[in-house]
């Protein structure tokens, strides 16, 4: 009894598609269909990639930002560095295409330039970027700093800047201000994905 009502099903079914497909309006039915499961793809694509939030460690170094949002001055991923947006330009690309944004920033630890460009209405990745002060006591031959925190924790695994960091001029700086013994040197430590790097230093206070 059931083999017979599957082919009864499978009969009616035919017969009614045949009749759907000859009928006047079957082309415009199946162009609305069509249309309604791409609008149906590009949403669910939209969405999965709007609700990225990384993965594991990853998840704890960056968060999401869109695209639409960022400004000059904020730090964001281009090809995968972290970067300081120095430029944020909006376009459009053809009739029916989706406002971008071109960004372009600077390595926050190189200096290098890099440009992306995005949707506006999608996320991109930005790092969680922290600072840390910490006092400079002395400077190795092979240029590795003694930094000291409040709690007399000691360390000396960063290098002082050199002329390929962003300001060409801090390590020279931080070594005279070092030298000149007037006052204590506090060095800026910023950490972003992984890397560390002395980004800046000031005389502490009397």
């Known amino acids: 009894r059931f083999e017979g009502f599957v082919f009864l099903f ?8 045949k009749k759907l497909e000859k009928a006047p309006h079957a082309k415009a039915v199946k162009k609305t269909q069509l249309k309604k499961f791409e609008l149906r793809q590009n949403k669910m694509a939209e969405q999965e990639y709007e609700t990225f939030e990384g993965t594991g460690e990853t998840a704890e170094k960056t968060f999401p930002i869109r695209a639409g949002e960022v400004k000059k001055g904020m730090t964001v991923l281009l090809k995968g560095f972290p970067c300081k947006v120095i430029e944020v330009t909006t376009s459009k690309t053809g009739k029916h295409g989706h406002a971008k944004a071109n960004i372009t920033g600077l390595d926050i630890f190189t200096g290098k330039k890099y440009q992306d460009i995005s949707p506006t209405s ?3 990745v930005a790092p969680v970027v922290n600072n840390n002060n910490l006092t400079l006591t002395d400077i190795s031959e ?3 700093c003694t930094l000291m925190d409040d709690n007399g924790e000691i360390r000396e695994d960063l290098k002082i800047p050199d002329e390929n960091s962003p300001d060409k001029e801090l390590g020279a700086n931080i070594r005279a201000a070092l030298d000149s013994g007037d ?3 506090v060095v800026v430590i ?3 994905m992984d890397s560390e790097v002395i980004t800046g230093f000031k005389l502490a206070a009397e």
């Open 10 to 17: 499978s009969y009616i079914q035919n017969k009614t598609t």
């Open 183 to 185: 006052k204590e040197v």
């Open 122 to 124: 999608h996320n991109m």
């Open 190 to 192: 910023t950490k972003a």
């Open 142 to 144: 092979e240029g590795y």
